[in-house]
C-alpha cells in the first residue's frame, strides 16, 4: 500500500502520513460499517484522497500539479479500481547508489518490507532515534537531490539490479546468522523481485540462493551450536523449500543465468545433494572465485578439493591464501592439518581460529573441536 | 532540478597522459558543455593561488591555500538542469576530471 502511495505522491514523507491517514479513517469506519471488499484498495484510495487534500491546503508545493490535475476521487466508490503495481520503482528508488549502503537496506526494509522503524532499528543494532533519523534523512535525500522514482533504463539496469540484489542478499545474511526474521522478510522481497522482474536470470539465481540456504536453517543450530553441513541432521531440512529453490534456478538457469547468483545457488543445491558432488563443486568454486576475486570462495574451494579426497592440495591452496584475520582461514586449515595427523599446528591453528571468533556459537564449535584433539 | 557539478580535479599530471588522451580530454570538455541544460563555469586557477578566511570570534584568519588539501580542490564548476540525478550522473561521469582520478561532486541547488 505504502508502495502504491509513494508511486502515485512520488513522495516518501507525504505518503506516509497519507497512509496513516486512511488507516486512521479505515479504524474509525471499519467495524462501524464493515470493511470494505478490497480493504487495500479502498486504503489506496483513501490515503490519495486525503494527500490530495492536504496538497489544496499547502498550496505552496506548486511540483504537485500532476495531482491536482486529476479529477476528484470518489472515495467508496472505487473499490474495486485495479491499483499498479509501483514496488519495482521503489525498490530502485530505495536501492539508488546516491544512498549509503546501511541507508539503502533500512529504505528497503521500511518501505517494501513493512519492517517499522524500530524493528530495523533492532535489527541492525542501532537506537532507534539514529534509525529515524536516517531514514528522515534518506527521504530528503530523495526528494531534494532528485533520485528518481523509475526502473533504469535498459543501459543502467544491470549496475542498479546488482545494487538491488545486494541489498536483498544483506538483509539475508544478517538474518541467517541467527535473527531469522530477517532471512524471512529477505526470501519475501526475493519472491517479490521475481514476480516483478520474472525475465532477468540473476533475480531467480537469488531468490534459489536464498530458498536452498535457508532450507537448512533447523538443522544448522544445535542448542546455539553451529552444525557443520555433513553433520547436520537432513531430516530437519525442508525439503519442499529446496525443491521450490531448485525451480527458481532452473528458471534462471533457462533464463541463462551464468552470473555471480546463478553459481552460489548452484553451489547451494549441490551441497543439498546426498552424496555431495565434491569434485563439481570445487570446480564452481574455482569459477566463483576467478569471477569474484575472493579469497573467502577460494577457501571454500580448498574445502571441496579436501572433501574431493586430496587433502594435500587444499592445504597448499589455504596456506596461499592471505586471509590472516579471518577465523575460518585458521579453523580451516586446523581441520586440515588435523586430517593429516599434523595434531600440534592443528592446535595452534584452532587457538588462533578462537581469538578472532565473534559468534558464540562458533566459538564452542571451535573449541568442541579443540578439545576432540586431545 | 538544478545542480551544481563541482569538479575535483585529482594528482594526474597532464604531461603523463597519453597523446590521445590529451587530444580527447578538450574534446570531451567541450561535449559536456554543450549538452543542453548545461551552463558552463569558468576554469579555476590553480588552488596553489588560494587563499582561505575565516572567523573566529570576530577575528578575520587568512591563509594560503585552499580550504581542502591541495590535491583535492576545487578545479571547475557548471550547473545543469536535469530531470533527476540519473542524468547529473551520467553527466558527470563524462566529465574528464572524473576518470583522471579526480572526482565530481553533483549538489542539487536549492530552489529559489
Known amino acids: 500500500m505504502l508502495a502504491s502511495l509513494i508511486g502515485f505522491l512520488g513522495d516518501f514523507e507525504l505518503a506516509e502520513e497519507a497512509a496513516q491517514d486512511a488507516f486512521a479513517i479505515a479504524a474509525e469506519r471499519w467495524p462501524r460499517e464493515g470493511a470494505p471488499s478490497n480493504p487495500r484498495a479502498w486504503l489506496v484510495t483513501t490515503g490519495r484522497n486525503r494527500a ?31 491499483i499498479p503495481d509501483e514496488r519495482l520503482e521503489l525498490v530502485f528508488t530505495c536501492c539508488h547508489p546516491a544512498l549509503e549502503l546501511d541507508t539503502q537496506v533500512a529504505l528497503t526494509l521500511r518501505t517494501l518490507g513493512g519492517l517499522d522503524s524500530d524493528e530495523i532499528a533492532r535489527a541492525f543494532l542501532v537506537s532507534e532515534q ?45 538474518g541467517y546468522g541467527g535473527r531469522s526474521h530477517l532471512a524471512d ?9 521475481a514476480e516483478l522482474m520474472p525475465d532477468e536470470p540473476e533475480v531467480h539465481a537469488l531468490l534459489a540462493l536464498m530458498l536452498i540456504t535457508d532450507a537448512r536453517r533447523e538443522a544448522r543450530f544445535d542448542d ?18 529446496i525443491a521450490t529453490g531448485r525451480a527458481a534456478l532452473d528458471r534462471a538457469l533457462a533464463l541463462g543465468g551464468r552470473g555471480i547468483y546463478a553459481l552460489h545457488a548452484a ?99 571451535l573449541q568442541q573441536r579443540l578439545a576432540e584433539l586431545a | ?83 533527476d540525478l540519473d542524468a547529473a550522473i551520467e553527466l558527470a561521469s563524462r566529465i574528464p576530471a572524473a576518470r583522471l582520478g579526480g572526482a565530481v561532486e553533483v549538489r542539487p541547488l536549492k530552489e529559489s
Not at chain 1, 165 to 174: P, W
Not at chain 1, 185 to 193: K, S, T
Open chain 2, 1 to 83: 532540478m538544478k545542480y551544481m557539478l563541482l569538479i575535483h580535479h585529482g594528482e594526474t599530471q597532464w604531461e603523463q597522459l597519453s597523446e590521445e588522451e590529451q587530444k580527447r580530454i578538450p574534446a570531451d570538455y567541450q561535449a559536456v558543455s554543450s549538452t543542453p541544460g548545461v551552463t558552463p563555469g569558468t576554469w579555476m586557477e590553480p588552488p596553489e593561488l588560494a587563499t582561505t578566511v575565516r572567523v573566529d570570534g570576530g577575528k578575520t584568519l587568512t591563509t594560503d591555500g585552499p580550504f581542502v588539501a591541495v590535491k583535492e580542490a576545487l578545479g571547475g564548476y557548471l550547473f545543469y538542469e536535469a530531470d
Open chain 1, 52 to 82: 490530495i487534500d492536504r496538497i489544496r491546503r499547502e498550496r505552496t508545493l506548486t511540483e504537485k500539479t500532476r495531482l491536482l490535475e486529476l479529477p476528484e476521487a470518489m472515495e467508496d466508490a472505487m473499490d474495486e479500481t485495479p
Open chain 1, 130 to 174: 539514529t534509525m529515524a533519523k536516517r531514514l528522515v534523512r534518506a527521504r530528503q535525500k530523495i526528494k531534494r537531490a532528485g533520485i528518481p522514482f523509475r526502473v533504469p533504463p535498459a543501459h543502467l539496469l544491470p549496475d542498479r539490479l546488482d545494487a538491488v540484489l545486494a541489498v536483498v542478499y544483506l538483509i539475508f545474511n544478517e
Open chain 1, 267 to 365: 553451489i547451494a543445491s549441490l551441497h543439498a545433494e546426498d552424496p555431495q558432488d565434491w569434485p563439481q563443486l570445487a570446480a564452481l568454486y574455482a569459477e566463483l572465485a576467478r569471477r569474484t576475486g575472493s579469497p573467502v570462495v577460494r577457501l571454500n574451494e580448498a574445502a571441496a578439493i579436501a572433501e574431493a579426497g586430496d587433502v594435500a592440495a587444499a592445504l597448499v591452496l589455504v596456506e596461499s591464501l592471505e586471509l590472516e584475520q579471518y577465523h575460518y582461514h585458521h579453523s580451516t586449515r586446523a581441520e586440515l592439518l588435523r586430517r593429516v595427523d599434523r595434531v600440534d599446528e592443528a592446535r595452534a591453528a584452532y587457538g588462533r581460529a578462537l581469538e578472532l571468533v565473534h559468534s558464540d556459537a562458533e566459538r564452542c564449535f
Open chain 1, 224 to 241: 546455539g551450536v553451529i552444525v557443520l553441513l555433513r553433520d547436520q541432521d537432513r531430516s530437519l531440512w525442508n525439503l519442499d523449500q
Open chain 1, 185 to 193: 522478510e529477505a526470501i519475501r522481497l526475493g519472491h517479490a523481485l
